[in-house]
């Protein structure tokens, strides 16, 4: 068993004319958001996050953002830290570290391996992975184990192999970011998972995961 794979534990297959009607009354109420009788002030949030600019929009974490999340915690975990991680740092593109909420953490001791999942929260930028619930698995694992489909990063005597779970697609046609055959994963999240993992040590650890 590998490692370390993502999954979205999004259910398919979706119905998109429901979808639809779904985002557009999110969208409608969301409109209609209220605070104190009015519209929150530009710069404050009524859940702790910042607006826009001046729009309204509240701000949320992408699937990448929360895969890379969920990623450390997993490895944290696995690494014997205790299962009350309310958040984990990442480390965004902008070169800033965030703390993002983490939902939950697990470890399996006999096999070796840590699972953590993240809940997506979108803010008001809908699309319908909102509240999808994003997992990491992390254990260790053996270059034999490496498939077509697993993108690898190696530094020094550690080894990473990152692997699409359920619910993330994989690329069949040449011509985007990503080989044909490879886990859809694009260049951005994959470089978030990296870095932060590095930030809580992983690179320090001989192996392979």
């Not at 999942?117 to 699309?127: E, L, N, Y």
């Not at 053996?142 to 699409?164: C, M, N, W, Y």
């Not at 978030?192 to 320090?204: F, N, P, Q, S």
Request: hydrophobic letters at 35%; glycine letters at 12%; one cysteine or more.
């Amino acid at each position: 068993m590998p490692w370390h794979e993502l999954g979205t534990g999004l259910p398919p297959p979706l119905n998109w004319t429901r979808v639809s009607s779904l985002v557009e009354s999110k969208i409608r109420s969301r409109k209609t958001l209220q605070h104190n009788g009015r519209r929150p002030p530009t710069g404050i949030s009524d859940t702790g996050r910042d607006y826009l600019g001046k729009s309204s929009l509240k701000t949320g974490y992408t699937t990448g953002t929360c895969a890379a999340a969920a990623s450390a915690a997993a490895w944290l975990r696995l690494c014997g830290y205790s299962d009350d991680m309310s958040s984990i740092t990442v480390c965004f593109p902008d070169e800033e570290n965030r703390g993002i909420p983490v939902a939950w953490t697990d470890m399996n001791a006999e096999k070796d391996e840590a699972r953590a999942g993240v809940i997506k929260d979108a803010g008001d930028d809908v699309d319908v992975t909102d509240g999808a619930r994003i997992t990491a698995h992390m254990g260790r694992s053996h270059e034999t184990d490496i498939r077509e489909s697993d993108f690898v990063f190696r530094q020094e005597e550690a080894v990473l192999i990152l692997r699409g779970g359920h619910g993330v697609g994989r690329v069949t046609r040449a011509g985007l970011e990503v080989p044909a055959g490879k886990s859809a994963i694009n260049p951005g999240p994959q470089q978030m998972i990296k870095d932060t993992l590095a930030w809580h040590g992983l690179w320090r650890e001989q192996g392979v995961w």
